[in-house]
């Protein structure tokens, strides 16, 4: 497996506890986002509309600001799935629970229908926490590399296959800039494959994907906004 991009000193001088900057005092917006979250349960016919307009208020306020910028790799890191062989597959539950491209969907989270179960341990950074982001990394159809879903679940028992990787970070708000329209024009632009082979992106691609920090002022409308 690989593991890399673990959170560079100058996140530290980037996003410090009180930070100069508005970004992650925004991510106070995310107690908002996380009380959408809990009425989207009970409020099934309208999660696709909220979801629209939490990423259209994500793309306005945070993807269209000029000035200066962070990368991902500056507050999270990325780990790829984990490799297995079909003598390693199982009908067994209680084996390792494995998350594929097919569980995933923007704006959503996991999915853990139609899993697969395997008779392999995964690593600890490759065992999925609550709060992760689940990626599509490599995919025969191009369209849907890239696409990404929220980690709700604490199970400790989930990993997920090598054709997928996990974007983990401290700061919730930022799986909503990974639904805008910002981050997959920047797949798009990070797309390899062609020639018959297989449309894919690596672990810095992700990681090197930069997005505008917030004026200052700006947090409070975001809060308001949302």
Not at 54 to 73: D, H, P, T, W, Y
Not at 113 to 142: F, H, W
Not at 181 to 194: A, E, F, H, I, M
């Amino acid at each position: 497996y690989v593991m890399y991009g673990q959170p560079s000193p100058k996140s530290s001088a980037l996003l410090p506890d009180k930070p100069e900057y508005d970004f992650p005092k925004s991510l106070k917006a995310n107690s908002t986002l996380c009380c959408s979250d809990s009425i989207k349960v009970s409020h099934i016919a309208w999660i696709k509309d909220e979801i629209s307009v939490m990423s259209a208020i994500v793309e306005m306020l945070l993807c269209n600001q000029n000035g200066e910028s962070f990368k991902l790799r500056d507050v999270g890191c990325f780990v790829r799935g984990l490799t297995y062989a079909n003598e390693d597959v199982t009908e067994n539950k209680a084996a390792t629970t494995v998350i594929r491209a097919n569980n995933l969907n923007y704006g959503n989270n996991v999915d853990k229908d139609e899993v697969v179960y395997v008779n392999k341990t995964p690593t600890t950074s490759q065992i999925l926490r609550k709060g992760d982001i689940v990626i599509c990394m490599a995919n025969g159809s191009s369209s849907l590399v890239g696409k990404n879903s929220y980690y709700p679940f604490n199970d400790g028992q989930s990993t997920i296959g090598a054709f997928c990787g996990i974007y983990r970070t401290s700061y919730p708000f930022v799986k909503w800039l990974m639904q805008s329209q910002r981050y997959k024009r920047l797949v798009y632009q990070s797309l390899q494959g062609g020639n018959g082979a297989i449309a894919n992106l690596n672990g810095d691609d992700i990681l090197n994907m930069s997005f505008p920090l917030i004026e200052n002022g700006k947090s409070q409308s975001i809060i308001f906004a949302i």
